[in-house]
């Protein structure tokens, strides 16, 4: 390093004269799953990144999402070498685009990089009254992706009603923990089930009114009918499979079903049989509804800010998996996709 150039380092002008070279570090799908994924279905590349551009941003992930949807959708849309799919809340570490600042927080699309170049047309500034005192990571869940889809779901396809009595599994989640709070906020009985005891005591102490374990209770149909014996208005499914076929059996008449997710049926290789959903859906009149979240993009700013609202007056409570290192991504997907989380599954890098 010429004598300018150590100067200017010390001055801390070392940016302006030496271009930085970053690594990132990316977890591709090295072989496509087959069943339940493992580890070796990963590898861990090195990638080194070009200088910015005018207009571009260097942002390093600080939180990464491991989320059930990877699991399908890597299926559907990916092909093998491709860096994985998934969100991240990320710190800019450089700008060369008037919109956004060094030093701010966002939460991007870029899949399991530690560090990652954008125009910023796909990262979204986390909210301007977020509180300094309240872990960014939650943009990733309760405030992020798993928290509008409780809301939406349970407003615009379950469209609850106070006094209402509604289901939720895969309850002590990211998706099913808001569910149930939100439905205790809209004056609803809530009932969830969840693949541990730990999982019930904290569904009890965040205000389910009844809570069991799916995994230990001798029949799902009784636990289900003990907990409830007037059956359900809303059912937010977020597991398919065997559950839903026997939960579509306890729901009231006029009963709305909201098809979130099928995690059960996921990993499976050889597609599941019935028992099929036509005669408890003809004689109870029930309306069966799948979605996405997606379909609220133009509504995400009110979900946001109401879910921040809650979590901010305690109302709703979160609870988050933080797996430590980025190394660990593959632990934590196949983790979470175990039920070995408690609320949202996240990584901390
Ligand atoms: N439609 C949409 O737009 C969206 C849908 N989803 C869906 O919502 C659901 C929940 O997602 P999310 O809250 O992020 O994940 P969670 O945080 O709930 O984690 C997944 C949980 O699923 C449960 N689970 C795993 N395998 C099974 C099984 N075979 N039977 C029953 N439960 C199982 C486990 O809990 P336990 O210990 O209780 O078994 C596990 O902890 C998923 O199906 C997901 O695909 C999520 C986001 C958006
Ligand atoms: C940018 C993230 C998009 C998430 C879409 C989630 C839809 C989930 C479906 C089932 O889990």
Redesign the pocket.
């Known amino acids: 390093m010429g004598k300018f150039a150590e100067a200017c380092r010390h001055i801390g002008f070392e940016a302006m004269f030496t271009p930085r070279m970053v690594i990132a570090k990316a977890w591709v799908l090295k072989k496509h799953f087959d069943g339940f994924p493992k580890t070796s279905d990963f590898d861990l590349k090195k990638i080194e990144l070009p200088n910015l551009k005018d207009g571009e941003l260097l942002l390093e992930s600080v939180f990464l999402s491991v989320?059930?949807?990877m699991r399908?959708y890597s299926q559907r849309d990916m092909k093998e070498g491709d860096i994985m799919i998934g969100t991240q809340v990320a710190r800019i570490v450089e700008s060369k685009n008037p919109a956004f600042a060094v030093g701010a927080f966002v939460v991007g699309n870029s899949g399991w990089r530690t560090h990652f170049i954008s125009d910023g047309k796909d990262l979204q500034l986390l909210p301007s009254n977020w509180p300094e005192s309240l872990p960014r990571s939650l943009a990733l869940g309760t405030v992020g992706?798993?928290g509008l889809?409780a809301y939406f779901?349970l407003l615009e396809v379950c469209k609850m009603k106070p006094g209402e009595i509604v289901l939720v599994?895969?309850?002590?989640?990211?998706?099913?923990s808001v569910v149930g709070q939100l439905a205790k906020i809209g004056g609803c009985k809530v009932v969830g089930?969840?693949?541990?005891d730990d999982?019930v005591a904290y569904l009890k102490k965040i205000g389910f009114d009844e809570a069991f374990n799916?995994?230990t209770v001798k029949s799902l149909d009784e636990a289900l009918r003990k907990a409830s014996p007037d059956g359900y208005d809303c059912f937010f499914d977020?597991?398919?499979?065997e559950?839903a076929s026997v939960a579509i059996n306890q729901m009231k008449k006029y009963g709305r079903i909201a098809v979130?997710?099928?995690?059960?049926q996921?990993n499976d290789s050889v597609p599941q049989k019935g028992p099929y959903v036509q005669i408890p859906m003809i004689f109870k009149e029930l309306q069966m509804e799948?979605?996405?979240?997606?379909r609220w993009k133009n509504r995400q700013e009110e979900g946001v800010q109401a879910l921040l609202k809650w979590v901010v007056e305690g109302k709703v409570k979160c609870h988050e998996q933080v797996t430590e290192g980025f190394e660990n991504m593959p632990m934590a997907f196949i983790g979470?996709?175990?039920?070995?989380?408690l609320?949202?599954?996240v990584v901390k890098v």
Do not use: H, Q, R
């Open positions: 989320d059930p949807y399908p992706m798993p889809t779901g599994n895969a309850a002590a989640g990211a998706v099913g089930c969840a693949g541990s999982k799916y995994k977020n597991v398919g499979g559950f979130c997710g099928a995690i059960s996921y799948g979605f996405l979240v997606t979470m996709l175990k039920g070995e989380n609320g949202k599954a």
